[in-house]
């Protein structure tokens, strides 16, 4: 059964295209992230699920039934903004309490709700607190609250960890994370972060330029990009102008250095996507590649070095632990030849 | 979501500037009719004695050596009380923008008193602290057995500058230490790692940053100073007299109105520019680079060196903050003399007398109305002002607060803050020599007061409206729609107690400014309704330990009044960031 349905969304600011045909379906309990650059159209589109924004063409349906023209506060959804939009004139209780005051709840029943929410954001002891003496972390918090108290039934976050710091992001992820779960709440995260996206979602949805990029759990965005643009904003960043041709019965990409055999069922030009994780040190295996080590960045979990291969130079990430020669010096790069290669015809 | 920033959500610009002159429509017809129009009268009296050549009265008259050394005095001692006030005022900056302590919060609030306080309140204050019959002289005399005062402060040039630093402090501590506050510490310490010394460091890369905030206080104090009226006239004496005061002479005991208006007309040009180019630099502090939070900002005071430079401040603000009102206070309940009167003799002691008095008409007069009656007039106009000034203030903070880049309001924002650089005297002089015929005859009427206080506290209000209106964001709006709320909900627990409250701090200073009010209204007051500064003033000037105590027992009504009120904006602030 799919809860929220998202149906072929279009909006244009002027002559600003923000949304070109969106659709995608959100199940019960479900938490899909909404991946891009800024300027994407991800929290445009959080606005009309929201119903702040009306789109130009297209529908968002809720257990098969249209919103069209159901303002926000009747939609029943809630939505944590990026700069929180805290009410600066209440404390932190009336600002939790908001939602449930607007429900018409009685002040008995809001006060043990109230005190059950700030101890699952760790705010408990909190509630006379002003506002604006709050550190970012606990604004956050309060934000979260906030969103949560009134049970809605979708819950939307926009960059909700964007203004904070790195360290407070890391533990505030972890924290969604189990209270996302722990509420079965469906929900929908924007976020231009990818870690943010893999960390939280059961499905990603990638945005560019009002599009649809592709859809699927984190493993399979990582593991199998489908255009060029999701391999690059992940950071896949071998990305080499092939030409397809076939060669000894099998299908060959040509580029500037080497040619290597590809599963495609096209000729022409294409672009050939050498993932970095996907390669080891030596010269065992069926595909190797020989350049020279041009720089060399130690990670913790991993060592990140820069091969020139015939004057291109190429990222890779190998394990810590491999040995590796001194800089300028040649050395020999085995790749797995399932996993290491992807090949995405140009358009 | 930045959709605020995208082009398809606002009204088209052309329909958003017809809304916005709407709003502009009634505070420029008060500032055309109460501002412009008498400035311009006084300009055209001071033009029109000479038909001939209709430049030459005025520049003979502003060019007598009296007049230049008149200007030099006013210059000179405008700029003598701004450097001994930021030298007073920056460490004080420093250490309220840089730590966190006990009690901070109470003396920030208290450093906020004397900027309301009317400024015959803080004359009559130091008088009662050091003047001849002050406590220190008093207390000096007592000690050593003197017979006559050993300290000459009343009628000094000191007492002028010291009134001066008491009353401009909080304008250094405010506008300097509040951008300080937010101004990030890294940077000072970043130039330290490079090498620089702490001293170094300061001068550098901190001082320059601050050098904006500095140069908007440091102009807003000297403009104060530089039409100072009321401390002038009561401190300094017959021997002194500022520009202010030579017109208040000029037009009230002299009745020579044409001079009275060429020295306004000379004095305005003077505030003017300062008052532009202090509205281009607070422009400039709006926008400043990143800032941040001042619970990031601030630390505790944990090394001695840091314990020590926080006692002396602490100290020396108190000191010059309470001394002054205290002796004020407590001269007013003490009766020094033994005095005689219908109830026969009364020894010297604590007395509630000269409270007492001030409901009693002792001179049988009809024009003259017992001071308790003051009160309730002062009360009266304030009322008026603060009604006149927010339906004025409000339509302009609100154009100015949610369309901050329209070319129109760019435009007018530096207008609405030149009645702060128009002395309250030239102001007066203006109503005198403008309303008193048709089309426009006010001359009779008790609204003269109320307008003029309304283009005193104008600034104020405008200035204390338009950050709490910007705190409305549409993103607030849309969060409550997000919790449920409908747009009546939205707009009674959202627009109304966020507008409630700038407005209570609007109104507070327009109520203030008005009580204390002295320099327009000892122009344009009646005589049969005196407000309560002008009935100090006129007992300060009648001989008698009734009239003085009588003068004081006013002084400290109205030093509880504005002090009860500045502490009330304290209270009522939102953001931290005030523009006073």
Redesign the interface.
């Known amino acids: 059964m799919t809860h929220l349905s998202i149906q072929n969304i279009h909006k244009?600011?002027?002559r600003?295209h923000?949304l070109r045909g969106i659709s995608f379906d959100v199940a019960p309990g479900e938490i899909v992230a909404l991946l891009g650059p800024?300027g994407c159209g991800k929290?445009?589109l959080?606005?009309i699920i929201?119903?702040?924004?009306a789109p130009d063409q297209g529908q968002v349906f809720w257990e098969g039934a249209s919103l069209a023209g159901i303002?926000?506060?009747?939609r029943?959804?809630?939505?944590m903004?990026?700069?929180f939009?805290?009410?600066?004139?209440m404390d932190v209780y009336a600002n939790v309490a908001?939602?449930l005051r607007?429900?018409r709840l009685a002040n008995d029943a809001i006060r043990p709700r109230l005190a059950e929410m700030l101890d699952l954001v760790g705010l408990a002891g909190f509630e006379g607190r002003d506002i604006?003496?709050l550190?970012?972390g606990e604004q956050q918090r309060v934000a979260l609250a906030?969103?949560l108290a009134?049970q809605p039934r979708l819950l939307m976050f926009?960059e909700p960890l964007g203004s904070l710091d790195r360290s407070l992001r890391e533990r505030l992820i972890g924290d969604l994370h189990d209270i996302l779960r722990r509420l079965h709440l469906t929900s929908i995260y924007v976020t231009h972060d990818q870690q943010e996206a893999f960390a939280l979602a059961d499905r990603v949805v990638v945005m560019n330029a009002g599009q649809v990029e592709q859809i699927g759990p984190p493993q399979e965005i990582y593991c199998a990009p489908r255009t060029p643009f999701v391999a690059q904003f992940l950071e896949l960043a071998n990305l080499l102008p092939a030409d397809i041709r076939e060669q000894d019965g099998g299908r060959v990409a040509h580029t500037a250095i080497g040619s290597f055999p590809i599963d495609a069922h096209w000729l022409g030009p294409a672009q050939l996507l050498i993932r970095p994780d996907a390669a080891q040190p030596g010269a065992q295996g069926p595909l190797v590649l020989h350049g020279t080590l041009q720089d060399l960045s130690f990670r913790g979990s991993l060592q990140r070095i820069w091969l020139n291969v015939n004057g291109t130079a190429l990222t890779f990430d190998l394990p810590s632990t491999a040995a590796l020669p001194p800089i300028g010096q040649e050395m020999a790069l085995s790749l797995m030849p399932h996993q290491a290669l992807q090949i995405f015809q140009q358009s | 979501m930045n959709n605020g920033s995208k082009p398809g959500l606002k009204p088209s610009s052309a329909k958003r500037a017809g809304l916005v002159w709407l709003l502009w429509l009634a505070p420029l017809a008060f500032l055309g009719l109460f501002f412009f129009y008498p400035l311009g009268s006084i300009l055209q009296l001071s033009f029109a004695r000479d038909e001939g050549n209709w430049a030459a009265a005025f520049i003979q008259t502003i060019t007598s050596p009296y007049v230049l050394r008149l200007l030099g005095f006013t210059v000179g001692q405008a700029a003598l009380s701004t450097l001994l006030t930021l030298a007073f005022g920056l460490p004080g900056a420093y250490l309220l923008a840089r730590y966190q302590f006990r009690g901070k919060a109470l003396l920030q609030a208290l450093s906020g008193i004397p900027f309301v306080m009317p400024t015959l309140v803080v004359a009559a204050a130091f008088n009662a602290l050091l003047g001849t019959n002050g406590w220190v002289n008093l207390g000096l005399m007592a000690l050593f057995d003197l017979a006559q005062p050993p300290i000459q402060f009343t009628n000094t040039l000191a007492a002028i500058l010291v009134a001066h630093v008491f009353y401009n402090t909080s304008i250094v501590l405010r506008t300097v230490g509040d951008f300080w506050s937010h101004l990030d510490p890294r940077l000072g310490q970043a130039a330290q790692v490079l090498g620089a010394t702490p001293w170094q460091a300061l001068r550098r890369v901190t001082l320059p940053l601050l050098s904006p905030a500095i140069a908007a206080a440091a102009l807003l104090v000297f403009i104060f100073d530089f039409t100072s009226f009321g401390v002038i006239l009561v401190l300094g004496g017959p021997r002194f007299a500022t520009l202010e005061v030579e017109i208040y002479y000029q037009a009230i005991n002299l009745f020579n109105l044409p001079t009275a208006a060429s020295l306004s007309l000379l004095q305005l040009g003077c505030t003017l520019a300062l008052t532009i180019i202090y509205t281009r630099l607070s422009g400039r502090l709006a926008r400043p680079l990143g800032l941040r939070p001042r619970t990031y900002t601030q630390k505790r005071l944990l090394t001695w060196r840091s314990r020590l430079l926080a006692g002396v401040v602490v100290a020396a603000m108190l000191g010059l903050l309470t001394a002054p009102l205290g002796a004020l206070a407590l001269r007013s309940v003490t009766r020094l003399e033994p005095e005689r009167n219908q109830q026969g003799t009364q020894a010297p002691g604590l007395t509630l007398d000269f409270y007492r008095q001030l409901s009693i008409n002792r001179r049988q007069s009809l024009f003259y109305a017992p001071p308790a009656t003051a009160i309730g007039i002062s009360l009266g106009y304030a009322g008026a002002t603060v009604l006149l000034a927010l339906s004025l203030g409000l339509p302009a903070a609100w154009a100015l607060a949610r369309h901050p880049h329209l070319l129109l309001n760019r435009l007018l924002d530096p207008l609405l803050m030149l009645p702060l650089g128009t002395s309250a005297v030239t102001l007066g002089l203006g109503f005198i020599v403008a309303l008193d015929e048709p089309p426009l005859d006010l001359r009779a009427s008790w609204l003269l007061i109320p307008l003029a206080h309304t283009l005193v506290a104008f600034p104020f209000v405008i200035r204390s409206l338009v950050p709490a209106l910007r705190a409305i964001r549409p993103r607030l709006h849309q969060a409550a729609a997000m919790l449920g709320a409908p747009p009546l909900a939205v707009l009674r627990y959202i627009d109304i107690p966020l507008v409630g409250r700038a407005l209570l701090v609007a109104a507070t200073y327009a109520f203030t400014i008005s009580l204390g009010e002295f320099g327009a209204t000892a122009l344009i007051a009646r005589p049969e309704f005196p407000t309560v500064p002008v009935a100090i003033y006129r007992f300060l000037g009648q001989p008698g330990g009734l009239n003085y105590g009588q003068a004081l027992a006013l002084s400290t009504i109205l030093m509880l009044i504005t002090s009860t009120g500045i502490l009330a904006i304290e209270r009522l602030r939102i953001a931290d960031v005030g523009e006073f």
């Open positions: 244009s600011f002027g600003a923000a800024s929290s445009t959080l606005s929201a119903g702040l924004e303002p926000p506060h009747r029943g959804f809630g939505l903004f990026q700069d939009a805290l009410f600066p004139h908001f939602g607007m429900a604006n003496t550190s970012g906030r969103a009134p926009d």
